[in-house]
């Protein structure tokens, strides 16, 4: 069955970082694009961050792009998300996702989900 298990999540203030990590089932997940949402409470699932299977080509969303940066490392079968700079309405529950072939901004499209983790950023 494949998994995937967050961590990272925490409390921080305004200014500080943060590195999330998502661990993926070796062979089941491997050949899988990855990504990174969130999702505030009353609000819809926000897309991040996504990154190809290989880890050679990603996109970062206009929201957080310059402060957020999404990686991947097979040899460890992870995917990472550094949050830097973060401000109180990063607030949320993070979660990772795999998705077939490619990543995409649509969190629907999306096969396997991790059960998250929450950032509070606090001023």
């Known amino acids: 069955q494949a998994q995937l298990v967050e961590s990272g999540g925490g409390l921080v203030q305004t200014g500080g970082s943060l590195r999330l990590s998502c661990a993926y089932s070796?062979?089941?997940?491997?050949?899988?694009?990855m990504a990174w949402f969130r999702q505030a409470p009353e609000t819809k699932r926000e897309f991040l961050a996504g990154i190809s299977i290989s880890g050679g080509s990603s996109y970062t969303a206009d929201s957080v792009k310059g402060r957020f940066t999404i990686s991947r490392d097979h040899a460890r079968n992870t995917v990472s998300l550094q949050m830097d700079s973060l401000k109180t309405e990063d607030t949320a529950i993070y979660y990772c996702?795999?998705?077939?072939?490619?990543?995409?901004?649509?969190?629907?499209?999306?096969?396997?989900w991790g059960q998250g983790t929450q950032v509070t950023v606090s001023s």
């Open positions: 996702a795999a998705k077939e072939r490619t990543w995409h901004i649509d969190p629907a499209r999306y096969q396997y």
């Open positions: 070796e062979g089941a997940l491997s050949n899988y694009a």
